[in-house]
């Protein structure tokens, strides 16, 4: 099979087109399997492994925030996965509660804030760098880290100095941002460290691996502050969120 190679679909030749990415998601429905890319030339796409399938020589399992290089074929609105070679992720093969927690939760944050079928090259620079530092960092850290970033690079940078932020009188960790809270809600007095840190998490440099001191509670909250913002973004509610209530 030659670059020239071409399928039939809905009655239009078209041609089978080379991709790299990143797996977000692998879904089971009955015998078959759904993969959620996010690839460096189209952004995120959904790929159907058929008996087409095949792994190239060597080729690993699929496997969330796995390296893939694969070749698909578009029928209609579907791509049918043809031949791939994937490379497993370190800290997913060796799997810990938290890194299974915190990478779920980051996952569902890319593919609630970044539409299907956008390219953007900064969120994939993003994907790789937090896919191939989970073995070696905090993921806690990591991930709070990179969903400031990735909210920033999904077009919803706040206004750290400015923002206002507001919580609930029952207090379920739940924030909610603008100019006025909803009803039965209180408005969260952030602190100076707490706005500085939040900068800094935003501009934070990865090539240069810089040192970030933070207190506990610090962190804590931007944690939940991030939570909330991206659902509260996305108009979609982080249903992985409910890992962090196991006891």
């Known amino acids: ?144 880290i990179a969903g400031w970033q990735l909210a920033g690079l999904a077009g919803f940078y706040p206004d750290v100095d400015t923002v206002r932020v507001f919580s609930s009188f029952y207090g379920q960790g739940r924030y909610y941002f603008g100019d006025e809270g909803l009803a039965e809600m209180q408005e969260e007095k952030l602190s100076p460290e707490i706005r500085q840190l939040w900068k800094r998490l935003l501009r934070y440099r990865w090539e240069r691996e810089e040192t970030l001191r933070f207190s506990a509670k610090g962190l804590a909250a931007l944690e939940w502050l991030l939570y909330s913002y991206v659902e509260q973004c996305s108009e979609k509610k982080l249903q992985s969120l409910v890992l962090l209530e196991r006891p």
């Open 1 to 144: 099979r030659g670059k020239g190679s071409m399928i039939r679909s809905n009655h239009i030749f078209r041609p089978v087109r080379p991709y790299d990415g990143l797996i977000l998601q692998v879904q089971k429905r009955g015998k078959q399997r759904i993969l959620s890319v996010f690839t460096r030339q189209e952004g995120v796409l959904r790929l159907f492994v058929s008996e087409r399938s095949r792994g190239r020589s060597g080729s690993g399992a699929f496997m969330p925030l796995g390296e893939i290089t694969f070749d698909a074929a578009e029928q209609g609105d579907i791509l049918s996965l043809r031949e791939y070679e994937c490379r497993g992720n370190e800290a997913m093969m060796n799997l810990t509660w938290d890194h299974y927690v915190y990478s779920q939760i980051f996952v569902e944050m890319v593919l609630h804030l970044i539409p299907y079928r956008q390219v953007d090259g900064g969120v994939y620079g993003l994907l790789l760098r937090y896919s191939r530092l989970l073995a070696a960092k905090d993921p806690r850290v990591l991930t709070i």
